[in-house]
């Protein structure tokens, strides 16, 4: 879930199997989430709550995500030994 801080107001839910990880971009315009199950990361609009991308390539479960310091990568690591 996404909520407004100061109203406590449920803004976005974000869907998805075990959301293992979720990290918003520097800027707050993005949260990526790392999807257990499914061996895959999503990137969202924390404003609209709109899927923007699907990451997918590793073998195991998705443990981690973050954003590089500029926004402009993302690493996932999972349990297939990989990030």
């Known amino acids: 879930f996404i909520f407004d801080t100061e109203t406590n107001e449920l ?4 869907e998805g199997d075990i959301i293992r990880c979720c990290n918003f971009s520097k800027d707050s315009r993005r949260v990526v ?6 061996r895959i990361a999503k990137i969202w609009d924390a404003f609209t ?35």
């Open 33 to 38: 989430t790392a999807l257990m199950l499914n």
């Open 49 to 83: 709550g709109r899927l923007l991308l699907t990451l997918s390539g590793h073998t195991g479960w998705v443990i981690a995500c973050e954003f590089s310091p500029d926004g402009s990568l993302v690493v996932t690591a999972s349990d297939d030994g990989t990030a």
């Open 11 to 14: 803004l976005h839910t974000l």
